[in-house]
């Protein structure tokens, strides 16, 4: 039987706000109480509103990106881009002993390569895998870069600092953004692999919070 309880938390923080411990307890008790419906499927709403948390200055990325111009090379910027988070990121897996980059098995500069060519229309071959996995793969990987170079700076960022952050103010984003808008209105196709291609493409790599950019 499926049951659900729906709560009006950002997403990144199901129990509402940290360290809170009684009201984290209220939701898990209305989550647990679901149990004893015996009518289904359930689908619930958790009402109540987190209790205010002390405000934290914004979290402002301190690498400065070069705003790349309509001849720039899409590989060469965000390459760029890449260049300067570096650092970041190694420091990250310093930190924390591990990454979650590497699902596509390739090099960061091939992921970006491979990524490119889709951002102009372009679906590029893949040999083992189907073209629309390597896709989800590669763009998963260079978010997961992204990501974590962005934790690792100073400050303490919210997932939704970081998504707008990388979606908005990175040419990384928005290359994943070009590829949506490239593979989207392509014409339908009777092959299923190009069908399953512009599916990914044009409805899978960009979150729904984040369409709005290009709307």
Known sequence: MIQILSVPFIIGRPLGAPDDPAFQHQELDASLGLLNRTDGPVFAEFEEDAPAV?????????????????ESDLVETVMSEIQLLTPWYEK?????????????????EDVVRFLADFAK????S????????????????????Y???AVSQPGNPSAKDIED????????????????KSFIDAPDSSDTAQARTKFAAGFLLVPGSQVFRDA
């Open 126 to 145: 893949a040999e083992e895998i189907p073209i629309e996995d390597m896709l989800m793969r590669a763009a998963e990987d260079l978010k997961a870069f």
């Open 165 to 180: 952050w990388y979606w908005g103010e990175t040419e990384a984003g928005e290359m994943i953004r070009q590829i949506k």
């Open 54 to 70: 002390e405000e934290i200055p914004p979290w402002v990325c301190p690498v400065s990106f070069a705003q790349a111009s309509d």
């Open 92 to 108: 990250g897996i310093t930190e924390r002993g591990a990454s979650s980059f590497g699902v596509a098995d390739m090099e960061l």
């Open 121 to 124: 229309g372009e679906a590029p």
């Open 147 to 149: 990501n974590e170079s």
